[in-house]
């Protein structure tokens, strides 16, 4: 029998790779390594790399492997999930890898301009029924530009329609370049994807389990640039019609903004 969520966060409490910071931490006590993570915790000026809602961490774990040397931060509010992550990293004395947990609403308090280079967000909820919860969003981005480079790497991996559609809608309505995407990542051919990309070479036991029920997995490579304001698009998009993984469509409509 797996552990519990009580034992999981007393772990976590002792790992030195875990930084537990939830809206009711960061009110009362200031995230002194906002701008220092190079200097406080990596040791090193190597790229940090962060994934968004990063569940059980296996793809902040599978890049830090593949990359040693790049620093790479795993966020989620989650902590019993992030347990599982933290813990394999522990194990295998990977020093490129911490995990956050905290709310990505408030992601820009931890990390100061120019500070990070590449974000993923991996198969992140959908948030059909709130544009303003959907990590792609403009009010998202804004946030990403505090501390993401001018011009640094945002990659998209969701097994939804709606918001691969949506992305791809904020894109062309604020003309950000895009350096790849794909509505089908493990078609038979895949145009301009190397072989080795751990876009397709890295899954999570959710998208296995996706990819199982024959739904295709999406996947966006886009830079933002600092210069422009941002616009949310105002269009109508298409529901998903199956019910992603634990996720329930709650709305009776067939489109939503």
Same mark, same amino acid.
């Given at each position: 029998? !797996?552990?519990?969520?009580?034992?999981?966060?007393?772990?976590?409490?002792?790992y030195?790779n875990?930084?537990?910071y939830p809206y009711?931490? @960061?009110e009362?006590?200031?995230?002194?390594m906002? !701008?220092k993570?190079?200097?406080?915790?990596f040791?090193n000026?190597? *790229?940090i790399v962060?994934e968004l809602g990063? %569940?059980k961490?296996?793809?902040t774990?599978?890049l830090?492997?593949?990359y040693?040397?790049?620093?790479?931060?795993? @966020?989620?509010?989650? %902590?019993?999930r992030?347990?599982? !992550?933290a813990?394999?990293?522990?194990?295998?004395?990977?020093?490129?890898v911490a995990f956050?947990r905290?709310h990505?609403e408030?992601?820009d308090?931890f990390?100061s301009?120019?500070?990070?280079?590449e974000i993923?967000?991996t198969?992140?909820?959908p948030?059909m029924?709130?544009p303003r919860?959907r990590l792609?969003s403009?009010?998202?981005?804004?946030?990403?530009?505090?501390f993401?480079?001018?011009? %640094?790497?945002?990659h998209l991996?969701?097994?939804?329609n709606?918001?691969?559609t949506?992305t791809?809608y904020v894109?062309?309505t604020?003309?950000?370049?895009?350096?790849f995407?794909? *509505?089908?990542?493990?078609?038979p051919?895949?145009s %301009?994807?190397p072989?080795?990309?751990v876009?397709s070479?890295?899954?999570?036991?959710?998208?296995k389990?996706w990819?199982e029920?024959g739904?295709?997995?999406?996947y966006?490579?886009?830079?933002l640039?600092?210069?422009?304001?941002?616009?949310? *698009?105002d269009?109508?998009?298409?529901?998903?019609?199956?019910?992603?993984?634990?996720?329930?469509k709650?709305?009776p409509?067939t489109?939503a903004?």
């Open positions: 029998m !797996g552990k519990g969520k009580l034992a999981k966060f007393a772990d976590m409490a002792t030195e875990v930084f537990q009711s931490v @960061v009362h006590v200031p995230f002194e906002q !701008g993570w190079h200097e406080d915790y040791h000026d190597n *790229p962060l990063c %569940g961490g296996e793809y774990v599978e830090a492997k593949r040693p040397d790049m620093n790479f931060i795993g @966020v989620d509010i989650k %902590g019993a992030m347990w599982t !992550g813990t394999q990293a522990v194990n295998e004395g990977l020093k490129n956050l905290t990505i408030i992601i308090r990390f301009q120019d500070e990070v280079q993923w967000l198969f992140s909820d948030q029924k709130n919860k792609t403009t009010f998202f981005m804004e946030r990403y530009r505090r993401l480079v001018d011009r %640094g790497t945002i991996k969701t097994d939804s709606f918001l691969f949506y791809n894109v062309e604020n003309h950000l370049p895009v350096i995407k794909t *509505p089908d990542l493990y078609a051919v895949v %301009g994807l072989a080795d990309s876009a070479s890295i899954q999570t036991y959710y998208e389990m990819l029920r739904i295709s997995i999406k966006l490579q886009m830079q640039p600092h210069e422009g304001e941002l616009v949310e *698009p269009v109508e998009i298409e529901l998903d019609e199956y019910r992603s993984y634990k996720r329930d709650r709305s409509k489109t903004k």
